[in-house]
Each structure stands twice: as structure tokens, then as C-alpha cells.
């Protein structure tokens, strides 16, 4: 190519006024005649100038064939990661339709973050169906044990934890289902540096899973673009807003790769400290759980607004929980609790606090179920060497048991949003889909928590309070409001799924349709 000296802006004048000089001398002709077209370039000028053309269209093929051979290695480099996380099958899993995931998404490269997940594909036509974030909260509880094993994943674990059977009201046969355990810590995700498991909260959480999702993404590209929708329950009241915050944030981002966030759908969530507390407590005295002096002492003793109560009010709250309380499973009132045979206390309680009161060491919560010992299933299948092989789990082999929930986490949670209300007005000023809902015997994030919290938003009503039917019976009560839909869900406790099955994927269909629940 030639090299061509720079013009001083006093000669490129001189040429402007040459040139305008000779176009005030052209007299327009009588005629039309066309000139001649001069080039000032000599043949050597002229040679260059071709050579130089070639050369630079050649540049530009080189450049498409590379981009063209980028993208090719890009797109088998993802199918074989995608391969490499395929499930052929878990031990005693019965034959299914649909394809299985599960393995690590790498977050944070210099703490070897580590988060685990299970996609399970919708039963038919997974291309034209969304794709459906499950979290559970906690905080420090798995979503493989609750979520996936026990709640709306397809699978059960049968008594023995030796195999499997189907869930007939799974939620994938409605859409793609992605169980992330989060954060690093919560059952096998992970984390090499041993001090992020002793200092955690809402922030990194958020973060990481947000991390997790971009980088998923990449992993499976056929999801880019598609349907998403973000669900949970319990402390997950934080974790899916704040997630939903984050990935608004991201769409916004110059050059980032958008997530196609659709909505989100909630339940028994813990939402706000002030309104879940004094609900709770109103839930114990109006279904007769404590008595009238002490409901009365922990109205007058305990400043609900305060992260970390008196030591007063501790002792009303324990005193309520260990005397008046008896032995009931708080996660529903009215069902048997689990009594372990083997006479392991700790298979069956785990000292971790109410979600809603993280710092209220002293509290202690009952994990248990409607079987109501599941997390004793899931605790021994998910341990077992050939369940971990065929999930791609455990791959650093991780020092400890593979646990529902995470004691650990749960008593080093350091970071908590006092109230998630202004995120829900982030949520439906951004014209997310936000559906609440609330099995009505739960006592540990009961109805009239949510209800509290709720009003606090003063959303117009669009379709006044109703009675919800399933198979021609009550299944709830619901209020659409303007930007959110609330929903009871009659006789289910905190896990809605686990205790009234049928019902919550009548309530999954309709929030994914974005249509009011079905009246008579």
C-alpha cells in the first residue's frame, strides 16, 4: 500500500480553493456533451491502488471464514459441555420423556465458587416452552431436596431411598425446570475459599446466581432469548425479587446478552421484618397455637422493626415455642410431624433460624415435610456414591455430608434486606408478572405475614377477592391487583406443592398464562 504524506491544513485550503475556482470557470454547454474522465494517478499509483483492493477484500473473507469458523467451535464447544452434563439416568429412576441436566457452573473464579444445578426438560415439545427458575430459601436450604425431590420436580424418593417414582403433578409438564442450589455452600455447590461459608447473604447471592444464569446460558444457547420466569418460596421471598433486580439491571447493560425475565411467582415469602413478624405472631394467637398473656407479651415486648430483638423478647418467643407450641410441624399445624425411629435428633431438627428473623439464633424451626420425614429420604439418596456420579455432583468431593439445609450458612447469614417491598415496585413498574401466594397452614411465614406485607404496596384492586376452584372444591382465595395477583392456597402448608399438589400446578398454569385462577 502507498504511503501518503499527511496535507498541512494550509495546502488542503489551497486545493478547496483550486477546485472552486475551476468550477466557477465551467460555462454550461449548449448541448449535453460528457467529459472525459482524467485521473491524476500514473500507472504505479494505479497498480497499487488495485493490488491494495484485493488485498483488502481478501482481508474481509479471511475475516467472515473466521468468524464463521469462531462461531462454529463456540457452538461445539457448548454442545459438548451440554453433553458432558447430560444425566443418563439416576439408580432406580424410572423410564421418562424428557432430557436431564445437572452439573457446575463455575461463578467466581478466584474464590472457586462453584454453584449446582438440575435442568429437567419439559415431558413434550421443550423448544416452544419456558424456562422456570426454582430457589429454595432457608436461608441455606437445597433446592434438589425440597424443590426438586419433594415439592414440583418429577421425581419422588420412595422410603427406603433405594429408587425413584413419577410425580404426576410435576411442574415440567408445563414448562423447563432449573433447580439451582444457591448460594455456594447450600448442598453440593461449593466454594475453595472457607471463609465465603462464614460471611454470606443477600447481596453475593444475588450476584452469583445472576453469574450463574449469564453463564448457563452459554452453556446451553437454545435457552438465550426464551421465556424466563423466577419461582420460589420461603426465604426465596428474597432471593427471586433481588435476582429479578439483578437481571434488569443487566438488560440494561451496553453489550450484554439480555435475559428474557417474564415474571415472578412466590410463595409463604418472607417479604418484609416488620409485617412478617407481627403477622406471625397474630397467626399463633388467632389459631390458638399460644395463649392471650403471652401473644399480649410479645406484642408489648418485641420491637419488630429491629434486626436483633431484646433478650426479653427471646425468652417470650422461646418460651411460646417450647411450652405452648408442642410438638407440631410448624411448616403445617394440622399435620403429623416427623418422629424419627432411629432416635437421631439431628436427621430430623436442624437449629436454624426462622427465615424471617435471621438473627435470632436462639430460635429453633422443625424441617419436615407431609410424609412427613422426605428430607430423611433425601438425605440418605443424595449421599449415596451412584446418585452423585450420575448428577455430576460431589466432583471435588467436598469434606461434609451432602445436607438439606446448611446449618453452617444459615447461622453466618450477615446480609439481609430489611424489607423487599421496594423491589416489588421496581418489579411491576417494570411490567413484571408478579404473583404471591400462601398456604394458609403455614405458621412459619403464615397468610397474615404476606397479607400485612402486601398492603403496605396500596395497589389498586382489578378483581375483588374470590373463591378459586379446583376439581370443584375450594382451592384458595384470591385478589388480582393492579401489577400483582395474590392467591391462598386452602389446606397447604409452607410447601404448597408438597401438601396440596394438584392445586399448585392449577396455580403454576394460570400464573404462566398470566390469566386470573379458575372460578366455578
Not at 292 to 298: F, S
Not at 470 to 490: D, M, N, P, S
Not at 499 to 510: E, N, V
Request: charged letters at 20%.
Amino acid at each position: 500500500m502507498p504511503f501518503i504524506l499527511p496535507l498541512s491544513h494550509a495546502h488542503i485550503e489551497q486545493h478547496r480553493e483550486h477546485k472552486h475556482a475551476q468550477l466557477v470557470a465551467v460555462t454550461k454547454p449548449s448541448s449535453f456533451e460528457p467529459l472525459p474522465l482524467l485521473s491524476r494517478e500514473g500507472p504505479f499509483a494505479m497498480d497499487c491502488r488495485r493490488k491494495t483492493m484485493a488485498f483488502m477484500a481478501a482481508v474481509v473473507i479471511l475475516i467472515s471464514r473466521l468468524n464463521a469458523t469462531s462461531g462454529h467451535d463456540s457452538r461445539e464447544a457448548a454442545a459438548a459441555a451440554e453433553e458432558a452434563d447430560r444425566i443418563v439416568s439416576l439408580p432406580g429412576q424410572p423410564k421418562v420423556p424428557f432430557r436431564q441436566f445437572s452439573g457446575y457452573v463455575t461463578v467466581h473464579e478466584a474464590a472457586g465458587r462453584a454453584l449446582f444445578y438440575w435442568l429437567t426438560e419439559a415431558y413434550s415439545d421443550p423448544s416452544s416452552k419456558p424456562l422456570v427458575v426454582w430457589l429454595n430459601g432457608g436461608p441455606g436450604c437445597s433446592s434438589v431436596a425440597y424443590g426438586a425431590s419433594e415439592e414440583i420436580g418429577p421425581f419422588r424418593i420412595n422410603k427406603t431411598a433405594s429408587g425413584l417414582y413419577l410425580n404426576k403433578f410435576s411442574w415440567n409438564t408445563e414448562a423447563n425446570l432449573l433447580f439451582l442450589e444457591t448460594p455456594a455452600g447450600v448442598g453440593f455447590s461449593y466454594s475453595n475459599r472457607s471463609s465465603d461459608l462464614l460471611d454470606t447473604g443477600d447481596r453475593r447471592t444475588a450476584e452469583d446466581s445472576l453469574e450463574f444464569l449469564v453463564r448457563w446460558m452459554e452453556r446451553f444457547p437454545r435457552y438465550k432469548g426464551r421465556e424466563v420466569f423466577l419461582t420460589g418460596e420461603s426465604y426465596a421471598g428474597h432471593y427471586v425479587p433481588q435476582l429479578a433486580r439483578q437481571i434488569m439491571a443487566h438488560n440494561l447493560k451496553p453489550r450484554h446478552s439480555t435475559i428474557n425475565l417474564r415474571g415472578i411467582m412466590v410463595g409463604n415469602a418472607v417479604t418484609d421484618n416488620y409485617y412478617d413478624n407481627m403477622g406471625t405472631v397474630t397467626y399463633w394467637w388467632s389459631h390458638a397455637m399460644i395463649s392471650d398473656q403471652t401473644y399480649k407479651q410479645l406484642m408489648s415486648t418485641c420491637d419488630f422493626r429491629r434486626q436483633k430483638e431484646s433478650n426479653e423478647c427471646e425468652s417470650v418467643y422461646s418460651y411460646a415455642m417450647d411450652q405452648e407450641f408442642g410438638n407440631i410441624d410448624q411448616y403445617n399445624i394440622y399435620a403429623p410431624p416427623c418422629n424419627s425411629s432411629d432416635g437421631s435428633a439431628a436427621a430430623m431438627r436442624q437449629s436454624i433460624r426462622l427465615p424471617h428473623r435471621p438473627h435470632h439464633n436462639k430460635i429453633l424451626r422443625q424441617i419436615s415435610g407431609y410424609d412427613p420425614c422426605t428430607e430423611k429420604y433425601a438425605e440418605t439418596y443424595y449421599n449415596r456414591p451412584d446418585v452423585q456420579r450420575a448428577l455430576h455432583a460431589n466432583t471435588t468431593k467436598i469434606p461434609y455430608k451432602w445436607t438439606a439445609c446448611s446449618e453452617l450458612l444459615n447461622r453466618n447469614w450477615n446480609d439481609t434486606e430489611v424489607s423487599i417491598l421496594p423491589i416489588y415496585r421496581e418489579m411491576i413498574a417494570g411490567g413484571l408478572r408478579v404473583w404471591v401466594f400462601s398456604g394458609d397452614v403455614d405458621s412459619v411465614v403464615p397468610v397474615t405475614a404476606t397479607r400485612y406485607s402486601l398492603a403496605q404496596l396500596k395497589l389498586a384492586s382489578k378483581i375483588p377477592w374470590y373463591p378459586w376452584y379446583i376439581k370443584k372444591q375450594v382451592g384458595g382465595w384470591t385478589e388480582v391487583y393492579e401489577g400483582l395477583t395474590f392467591a391462598t392456597v386452602r389446606g397447604a402448608g409452607h410447601e404448597v406443592p408438597l401438601f396440596k399438589p394438584r392445586a399448585a400446578l392449577q396455580l403454576f398454569k394460570s400464573f404462566l398464562r398470566g390469566k386470573p385462577l379458575p372460578k366455578p
